[in-house]
């Protein structure tokens, strides 16, 4: 049978990524307190495919997801990347998990435990050697408006808002550490599961700590920049603001210098 | 050419609905203080397939549309309907047209104006000489938590919530006049553009009239029933619960008896 | 502390489903082949507000889940459902559970193995003493126009449709039955991984196998008219054409009698 | 009444983008042929927040859109991002304006016209005297598998594909002439209103056109490089594979030298 795809292309133009997406995944991964954490992900793996090939071999990418049994982890998407590579005769190579992550959460004031969620991406690629990752938290929280408090005889809209931090490390930052930074930096956490005690925490502890969503991306910004392991990260604070029908959102980008 | 569409179909079945959707459409729509309002749509139309015929001719629904100039409005559908059951040979036929509504609001105390949104659906049917509508309105407004504010010491968690409602009527209702009911059964309107003095009057005003879903649903359900041009209704409130990661909802359906 | 969801209601209107939905949570269930398949699962889950109590105890909902450590499958969702009533006080309740579903399959050709999913939702009652239950699938097939093939020298469109079954059944239905079902009802099925030898099999055996719409429902009718576990079904099938930017589509319900 | 926003910020942070999003409204833009359109609008917008300031002022945001009555184009945008400036005091600022574009086209034998869409996305900012703009389009093509109609003794799997192209310009260019570049990209284009003979020669067109992702990502490059006007671009196609349930995908992006 022919192979098109190896048929040589007389364009000259080299394609900076080819491949699949949208691929949706059973995965199982590292997780700190239980050690693997079965879950889904929406899996997308692509090449660089040089000038002279007219097109790549799409199979491959699945089955090097089935040679690693949908195991990933930030410690082997280097090896994963690689593996592409050889397989895809390619010189570079691109991956994105994105994933829920489940996290047990006690309430503030019951001690009663749930599930939390947060979506996780990891976005890999290995190149001459370099592999680069970067880690994706997305992660709803609460915002208590400090304008509306301070003007308001009583009460201040609040809402949730959602978190949306990537960052790029030296040695291991563990999903929880980063869960924790962007809960530190909102009005209140969300949980799934809270009694009446809890919620009066919540409220009254939220009201206490109004925050615009530039004051989250501050603090958030205050708290990264002290972490060493951190070496760039990109954050974005979109608050579906309970008063109006649209969004307010605060983003920043830096590299450690 | 051959009508494959046409051929008999031997398996004996009638089919309930054939037809396309997902048609991204410019329509044009009536609007109680403009006259006309230019929007766009999705569009699903069909017809029921008798159990002789093996297919549909989807073409001629696109070119319904076309004939109707993408007019469209509560009183045209029965018009259109009924075309559609000429053109495609059918004794029955069922429409939807979902669109998002514009509409001024004057801020509470700046009477600043703005646009708003809501999302409306209509859908309509004709069957043996028989015309229906439902007319479905989608539209936010805020909750504040009667819960939260009764055990806490100040502040009260609220939030964003999605009020669906669909009605029969007897005789033409606007859009508007359901939109005043929504806006009436929850603890504030949400606006495009608010002043500060603005704000600070939703914040109390809210604060004033805390909701449950439950008391959204209730209160809907209380002007709605007292309305006699309203012969049926389903609503729906959903809050984007600020304290959780979840909704809350609650729904009622009842017809007039 | 006051139980303002206890407090009194004065408005005299009972309502239809108050409760929670969008929780994501990590579900297990059963699995025909492995026994267990740890999924998530979006999940809703309501109850009956008498007209005399002002709300529901939203906790209790999540508490139920956590009681049941989130395992699900058609067979305890009676006790399940049962046990909301008791908990939340309550004389009928609602749940629905929505999760991917994964499931090995093999090429066709190759022989070769990788995981398919196809989306579940479980949606149960219970209401005085009697148990309701549906199960939905929704999977993605290949359909190939029969009109294209007919009246073109070669070639014919071809796309993916996804074909959403719910059916009420008496006895158990595995997953697998259902898929297989919808799987013949169409020109192709999909795979993940397919070798090239795989990939002429498909596109070959679905130009032999051209399929509108409405053939598809119609097969679907014809098999499951013949299953006489099923009690009731209702199925939609959508195809997005690959020479029209919308969708064809055609649906339909049956009980049987 | 106290402005919050306008309070010190001692955290020393500079935001590089703080604004609203979500923001939907009725716009009009211009049309090559019929000089204005309708249409519906996502609307983002944005300043830079120097550090010593400790929130923007958003209510002005929708004032400005108000201002300029909802008219955008690509010619007004320079005006909009230096007006939004001076409004929030800001020395950078940046919008986006996304929305469906609808054009009349003509079915290829029968000649029968109907609208097609578009997605359109302006992308401007405002910074220190200096204007940029991208012009953003996405539209759905068809893709024929070149393999498959290689390896198959009759038909090819075929199917919708997604190309996303987003230009840096010198000079005006029409969307009309970027939809005209897409579509000669691919295999062949969609239409919404196709006759029987308008359906055999788009069937037989895409068959004798066989375009891999990675062929139509080439054929767009070599259009684009040809085009002086154009000084950058980025370009994605994605492919909604007929025999797989995830997608293929190819993306470039290069600038002029």
């Avoid at 397989?87 to 992550?101: C, D, G, M, Q, T």
């Avoid at 309430?107 to 990891?122: H, Q, T, W």
């Avoid at 201040?156 to 291991?172: D, F, I, T, Y």
Wanted: aromatic share 8%; with cysteine; net charge negative.
């Amino acid at each position: 049978m022919k192979d098109v795809q190896k048929e040589q292309d007389t364009r000259n133009i080299q394609i900076d990524r080819v491949g699949v997406k949208g691929v949706s995944y059973p995965v199982v991964l590292m997780d700190r307190d239980n050690k693997t954490q079965s879950t889904i992900a929406d899996v997308s793996m692509s090449v660089m495919l040089p000038r002279e090939y007219r097109g790549t071999h799409m199979s491959r990418f699945i089955e090097t997801l089935e040679e690693y049994h949908g195991r990933v982890s930030p410690s082997n998407l280097g090896s994963f990347t690689k593996r592409l590579c050889e397989k895809l005769n390619a010189s570079e190579s691109s991956v994105s998990f994105a994933f829920p992550y489940y996290f047990r959460k006690k309430a503030p004031v019951s001690g009663i435990e749930s599930f939390s969620k947060c979506d996780v991406v990891l976005e890999a690629s290995y190149e001459a050697g370099n592999f680069d990752m970067i880690i994706g938290i997305g992660l709803n929280v609460q915002t208590l408006c400090p304008c509306s408090k301070e003007i308001s005889r009583y009460g201040a809209h609040n809402q949730r808002a959602l978190v949306s931090l990537k960052v790029r490390c030296e040695g291991l930052v563990w999903f929880e550490e980063l869960i924790a930074i962007i809960e530190a930096s909102a009005s209140a956490p969300l949980y799934t599961l809270l009694k009446r005690e809890d919620e009066k925490y919540i409220t009254e502890h939220s009201y206490e700590n109004p925050r615009f969503v530039e004051d989250v991306i501050r603090e958030l910004a205050v708290m990264l920049d002290s972490e060493p392991r951190i070496l760039w990260y990109k954050a974005n604070v979109t608050s579906s603001e309970s008063i109006h029908n649209h969004d307010a959102f605060a983003e920043i980008e830096r590299r450690r210098s």
